[in-house]
């Protein structure tokens, strides 16, 4: 112990609270909504960066734009690492999604295929699928309003599905064995993604308990998740490869990089394509449902929306191509992503090398926790943080306001940044304005006609999406059902 206690590391440390002997900082770590404890911990210690231990694992919580451009932005290159997360990459069997991999040759690998198939140009083909999608969307909504959540989810899915691989799911609301493995492996990316939620994250050692074992009920989950993480790896691609074989294939990226001859190992191949149906529409579904809420809560906002569109677009659903001339449903997509961010930690960063911050030393090794929600929640930089209020971006003309910063941490930090963010920018601008043009979301009514005010809470996890809530969702006029039911 002696020998322990002199060779100890003296450099300071940033701020945070006290560890105790042994377990260090077990006892203080959050378990709902960590990124308003460390905000509080970081006005708390008078720290943008704030430290702790857990376990002999050191964690560090970036609060502040400024530090995370200094570090994550400026040194990206040894804060690109993530750690060893054994429930989500060993047990449930997520380790093949590349979000998750260290920062390495392999990854790199799986991210340049990504590149090379969501880039500006490559995502043109894709447009014209996002808008068949967008139409199916708004069907769905009109026949049967109260399953929004439902027809959400089954338009991102179907989108990814098709666009990667070629494949369609059933209609909205039937069972579809890709959308349920999809839902799945969300789950247990929203559930196992954040570091340190499963003790095992600190012991690796504990993976080896067998899943009979009391109070192993960590196993036993995993087990279940386990099945439809690898339904999502494996099942679209085998398919898409069998209809290429036959001929029979409905052109996607999936088919387009095969059909090139396969330069990559194949096993990449399969992993990124599968990375990309699968968070294709993992994040999407809760921007989405979000944007829902707050046109229930802020009923001026869509107001205002739909009479720009209404004088900018007549005839026709407004698309993608029209963003320019619509700067308040662009204003409305950023304040989306601020006002609840869908990953509200990012995706764990690990600090590969040394280095310091402000006179503080932070160690090789440490956990990295981007807070993206605190940094979207600064009252200086946004004023009144928990209104929704897109006017934020805009200059008093109505104009995009170059003065405001985009909430780029939306899309995570340096090299790790969301490589799908055009993708997924480009159909929740489609979505929304489609959705803005021709319904209106109003109040539901509960059995004694009082107006239903839904709670506005999320669910915990690395993925964030609201919790169930009621409104009405009613077309706007007999030109907007003759726009939906156009073909
Ligand atoms: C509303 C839409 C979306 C949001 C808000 C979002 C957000 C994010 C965030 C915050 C990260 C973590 C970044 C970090 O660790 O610093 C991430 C990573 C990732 N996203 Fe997205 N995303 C969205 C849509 C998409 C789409 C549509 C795709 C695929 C087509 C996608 C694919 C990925 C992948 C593969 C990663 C892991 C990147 C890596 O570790 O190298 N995302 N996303």
């Given amino acids: 112990l002696c020998l322990v206690y002199m060779r100890r ?16 900082n077990l006892l203080d770590l959050p378990k709902h909504e960590q990124w ?33 451009a200094a570090l994550l932005g400026q040194k990206s290159a040894i804060y690109s690492d993530r750690p060893r997360m054994p429930m989500l990459g060993e047990l449930v069997g997520l380790g093949w999604h590349f979000g998750f991999m ?42 049967d309003p109260k399953e929004f959540l439902m027809h959400i989810q089954h338009m991102a899915s179907g989108l990814a599905l098709e666009t ?25 990316l929203t559930e196992t993604g954040l570091f340190g939620t499963y003790f095992v994250d600190f012991l690796p050692a504990l993976k080896y308990i067998p899943s009979w074992f009391p109070y192993a009920t960590f196993r036993r989950q995993a087990k279940e998740w386990r099945k439809s993480s690898d339904i999502a790896a494996h099942v679209p691609y085998e398919l898409l490869k069998k209809n290429i074989a036959t001929n029979d294939y409905v052109p996607s990226i999936g088919s387009k990089i095969l059909s090139a001859g396969v330069e990559e190992e194949e096993t990449v191949v399969r992993q990124t394509t ?13 921007a989405l449902s979000t944007f829902i809420l707050a046109m229930r809560l802020y009923p001026e906002v869509q107001a205002k929306a739909q009479k720009e569109i209404d004088q900018v677009v007549s005839g026709r659903l407004p698309d993608t191509s029209d963003e320019a001339n619509l700067p308040y449903i662009t204003a409305i997509v950023r304040e989306v992503g601020r006002w609840q961010p ?31 929600w605190a940094i979207l929640h600064d009252p200086n930089v946004y004023p009144e943080p928990h209104i929704f209020r897109p006017e934020r971006f805009l200059t008093t003309d109505g104009t995009l306001n170059p003065d405001v910063k985009d909430p780029d941490a939306v899309w995570g930090f340096g090299r790790r940044a969301c490589p799908g963010r055009k993708m997924g920018h480009s159909t929740l601008f489609g979505a929304i304005a489609a959705m803005l043009a021709t319904f209106d979301v109003k109040p539901a009514f509960d059995e004694n006609g009082k107006i239903i005010v ?12 609201p ?13 907007a059902m003759a726009l939906i039911s156009a073909d």
């Fill in 102 to 143: 260290p920062h390495g040759d392999n990854w790199r690998a799986h991210r340049k295929l990504f590149a090379q198939e969501s880039g500006a140009s490559a995502i043109q083909g894709y447009n014209e699928q996002e808008t068949k999608w967008i139409k199916t969307f708004l069907k769905n909504l009109r026949d």
């Fill in 164 to 188: 990667t691989f070629g494949l369609q799911v059933q209609p909205s609301g039937q069972p579809d064995p890709f959308i349920a493995a999809t839902k799945q492996a969300v789950e247990a």
């Fill in 274 to 286: 599968a990375a990309m149906f699968a968070n294709g529409s993992a994040a999407v579904v809760s």
């Fill in 342 to 372: 869908v990953v509200p930690l990012a995706f764990p960063h690990m600090l590969s090398a040394d280095d310091t911050y402000e006179g503080y030393h932070l160690k090789a090794g440490s956990i990295v926790f981007p807070n993206a």
């Fill in 36 to 68: 308003l404890v460390y905000q509080e911990w970081s006005r708390r210690y008078g720290s943008d960066v704030v430290h702790m231990n857990v376990l002999g694992t050191d964690i560090v919580v970036v609060n502040s734009a400024q530090a995370a």
């Fill in 467 to 479: 919790k169930a809530f009621e409104c009405r969702i009613e077309t706007r006029s007999v030109d």
């Fill in 9 to 24: 590391d003296t450099r300071p440390v940033p701020p945070g609270p006290r560890p105790l002997p042994l377990v260090g």
């Fill in 454 to 465: 839904p709670s506005g809470e999320y669910g915990a996890g690395m993925l964030r999406y």
